[in-house]
Nanobody, 115 residues
């Protein structure tokens, strides 16, 4: 069973930075695709970024150049460095792991960007 625990959310002013972390349990972390999704009030959950087992990354157009995903397979952790944040980045951010045909989700962490 995989468990994902996010941390690092909070309140920040526009233009500021935050770093989200997601600690994953389970021995299969290194072979899974890890991703960050977000859901703003009244909107559908959307992909922010993901990174596969080879380190290949994919970003939503709205965050390219501002957010960076990285993974540490030694510590079973995936990160989302968020720079130059905008009010429209305000959402609950969820960690996701897709591995061996199954998807796992964390409980989410709130990110609020004030203008």
């Amino acid at each position: 069973q995989v468990q994902l625990v996010e941390s690092g959310g909070g309140l920040v002013q526009a233009g500021g930075s935050l770093r989200l972390s997601c600690a994953a349990s389970g021995r299969i972390f290194s072979i899974g695709t890890m991703g960050w999704y977000r859901q703003a009030p009244g909107k559908q959950r959307e992909l922010v970024a993901n990174i596969n087992s080879s380190g290949r990354t994919n970003y939503a157009d709205s965050v390219k150049g501002r957010l960076t995903i990285a993974r540490d397979n030694t510590n079973n952790t995936v990160y989302l460095q968020m720079d130059r944040l905008k009010p429209e980045d305000t959402a609950i951010y969820y960690c996701n792991e897709n591995v061996q045909g199954s998807a796992y989700w964390g409980q989410g962490t709130q990110v609020t960007v004030s203008s």
